[in-house]
C-alpha cells in the first residue's frame, strides 16, 4: 500500500502507519530557502515559523523511520503567479514580490509524483535519513514580477504589476537572488510559464 506524505504521519511517528499496512510513501514538498544557500536542501529554512521549516523536518521524519520513502520537492507552481496577483491586489496596482523563479506546472509535477509511486527502484532503504530528496522544475528561469505582468495582459487585466522588496521580511533577499531556484540535480521539464498560458483557457 503506498500513503503520501504527512498523511502517515501520527503525533509525528511513521510507526503507526506500518501496522496499517502502508509498505511506501511518496512526499512532496517546495523548494525551500534554506539558510539561504540555493543548493543546500539539508537544511531547513531560516523563517523559523514558516511552514518550510517544518515541511523539512517532516521529511527527515519520514526518511528516518521504518517506510521506504520517496520525496520530491518543486518549484513554484504556474497557478501561483495568479494568486500572487490577487493577494497583492490593491486598487488598480498589484504589488508582486521580486523573486527569481523557475515555474513549473502542476500537471508535471502531478506525473513526476505518479511516476515515483511506480518506480520500484528509487525509494530509500528504510532509516535512510541521508538519502537525497528529488527535486523538480521548469525548463528556465524566470522573473516572477515579469511572469504577472504577462499573465495580466494575456487574460487582459487593466491593474498594473509593481515589483516590491519588502525590508522587513528577513527572506527578500532569498527570493531576489535565487534561493528559490532548484539545485544543479534537478528534473527539469516543461512547459514554460508563456507556453502553459497559451495552452489554458
Request: charged share 25%; proline share 8%.
Amino acid at each position: 500500500m503506498w500513503a503520501v506524505g504527512s498523511s502517515i504521519l501520527e503525533d509525528g511517528k511513521v510507526e503507526p502507519a506500518q501496522t496499517c499496512g502502508v509498505g511506501e510513501c511518496v512526499d512532496f514538498d517546495d523548494l525551500p530557502p534554506p539558510d539561504g544557500k540555493a543548493h543546500d536542501r539539508d537544511r531547513p529554512s531560516p523563517r523559523s515559523n514558516d511552514d518550510s521549516c517544518g515541511s523539512v523536518d517532516e521529511g527527515r521524519r519520514l526518511l528516518s523511520g521504518p517506510i521506504p520513502v520517496r520525496i520530491l520537492r518543486a518549484a513554484q507552481f504556474h497557478e501561483f503567479v495568479a494568486q500572487l496577483v490577487e493577494w497583492g491586489r490593491q486598487g488598480d496596482v498589484s504589488y508582486v514580490s521580486k523573486m527569481r523563479t523557475q515555474l513549473v506546472a502542476a500537471r508535471t509535477i502531478a506525473q513526476a509524483l505518479a511516476d515515483l509511486a511506480t518506480d520500484r527502484e528509487g525509494a530509500s532503504a528504510p532509516g535512510s535519513a541521508g538519502t537525497p530528496a528529488l527535486e523538480i522544475a521548469g525548463p528556465r528561469e524566470e522573473n516572477l514580477v515579469d511572469m504577472a505582468k504577462l499573465l495580466t495582459v494575456r487574460r487582459g487585466d487593466p491593474v498594473r504589476i509593481e515589483g516590491v522588496s519588502n525590508p522587513a521580511d528577513p527572506d527578500s533577499d532569498l527570493f531576489e537572488t535565487g534561493a528559490l531556484l532548484p539545485g544543479r540535480d534537478a528534473m527539469l521539464a516543461g512547459p514554460t510559464f508563456e507556453e502553459w498560458l497559451d495552452a489554458t483557457p
